[in-house]
């Protein structure tokens, strides 16, 4: 971390997506065009409404689109309320790139990869997907399991389908909880579809979503013979300062915001069991 990266910047909101009934996207530009700074997948940045608040949310571009930044945000508090109140054409302030990002040009490089994600849990994983989709060539095979409350409820949605669903070597699960009318898919919580979907153990797996579906998915892995050292996740929910001064996201003898967020999961049995 440098000095820059404790200096908001500000950025202009260009695009807003509606993902779900509570989730929005927001497209950030420099006033000037271009995307505020550079980052790698996984990393985060702090957006400052000014005079309300600011928030850490994950980046949800990848490094790879040289044009804008995006976030995909889903309203449950003050900041969040704020944010998505904004219009398009609105200023706000960004600061970052914050966090360790994921290991995708060292441990994930030339490897099957196996991606997991619950709810608005997909926003981290969607810019390391990209970034594994723009480099496709340096990685094996790509399965990405996804699943969420409800149909509405599945975030980048129409991404998935138009897009990731069409790639080369690159296969796409979802599901919803419970059946819906017009859902003709896969039906169940995400860590038994994983169990039935059964993939073999070469692979290295990324989770992320409510901590609990970590917990039961990371189970679900094990019992299909996977270790902990080939599964990674993010814990970019606990950081609030991001610079290891307020303590708000210190487990034991680590600061997410700075040992982390993305952590391999054997890492984390060297932790007290907080989250």
């Known amino acids: 971390m440098n000095n820059e990266t404790l200096i908001p910047k500000v950025g202009i909101v260009t695009d807003i997506r509606i993902d779900t009934p509570d989730v929005k996207t927001f497209r950030v530009e420099r006033p000037e065009g271009g995307k505020v700074f550079e980052h790698m997948p996984g990393q985060c940045a702090m957006l400052s409404v000014p005079g309300v608040g600011e928030g850490m949310f994950s980046i949800t571009s990848s490094p790879t689109n040289t044009e804008y930044m995006e976030f995909s945000i889903k309203k449950c508090g003050c900041v969040t309320n704020w944010l998505h109140a904004m219009e398009v054409g609105q200023m706000i302030t960004v600061r970052g790139p914050y966090g360790k990002n994921f290991p995708v040009d060292t441990e994930f490089k030339g490897k099957d990869l196996l991606f997991i994600a619950g709810g608005i849990g997909l926003a981290p994983l969607r810019s390391v997907i990209n970034y594994c989709r723009h480099y496709r060539d340096q990685y094996g095979k790509i399965d990405i399991v996804y699943g969420s409350r409800s149909m509405d409820d599945l975030v980048d949605y129409n991404e998935i389908i138009e897009e990731w669903c069409h790639d080369t070597g690159v296969s796409v699960h979802l599901t919803i909880d419970r059946e819906q009318e017009g859902w003709d898919g896969h039906v169940g919580f995400v860590p038994n579809f994983v169990k039935e979907l059964g993939f073999d153990t070469n692979k290295v797996a990324i ?16 019992e299909l013979g996977f270790d902990k050292t080939q599964v990674y996740t993010t814990m970019e929910l606990k950081m609030k300062c991001a610079v290891g001064k307020c303590g708000r996201c210190n487990i034991g003898h680590k600061y997410v915001c700075k040992d982390g967020p993305v952590f391999r999961c054997d890492e984390l049995d060297e932790l007290p069991d907080e989250y």
């Open 207 to 222: 989770i992320c979503g409510p901590p609990i579906m970590i917990k039961f998915t990371l189970a679900g892995l094990q």
